[in-house]
């Protein structure tokens, strides 16, 4: 596993990051820089199971470790799906991190993979242009 960290600076409030980061019509738009029509099934809640899906239904499954509203959602990886059925994988801690610091007027949004070799480039490529997408949602749109 390799641990991939990226940042940002966005000049929006955590909250307004936090809703953008979240909820279901922002998600899709940010997502789209990982895959085109991107979007999750399931409950955010601590412990909870989410599915993150593509139009096709295939993706990835995840248990939802944190959850702390405008500051931290932690998420393990379990494994992927095809055609809607899931197949665990034993990608061991595979995390995905989420760390929001700030106050009224800026926020810095902490992105935090860890990761097999297989996945290293996707995400180092993909990333930067999601994490941009949320800058320019929280700052234009909300």
Do not use: C
């Not at 991190?97 to 996707?122: A, M, P, Q």
């Amino acid at each position: 596993m390799e641990l991939l960290k990226f940042e940002i600076k966005i000049n929006a409030s955590p909250e307004k990051v936090w809703t953008v980061l979240w909820e279901d019509t922002h998600y899709r738009q940010w997502t789209s820089a990982f895959t085109q029509g991107s979007f999750y099934m399931g409950t955010l809640d601590e412990g909870s199971k989410v599915q993150f899906l593509d139009p096709e239904n295939n993706g990835m499954f995840s248990k939802v470790v944190k959850n702390i509203p405008n500051k931290e959602m932690v998420f393990l990886h379990l494994g992927e799906i095809y055609s809607g059925i899931e197949t665990p994988m034993d990608w061991g801690d595979a995390t995905e991190s989420y760390f929001l610091e700030g106050n009224d007027e800026e926020t810095k949004l902490v992105l935090e993979i860890n990761t097999t070799e297989e996945f290293k480039s996707f995400f180092e490529e993909k990333i930067p242009q999601a994490i941009q997408n949320v800058k320019n949602l929280a700052e234009n749109q909300l």
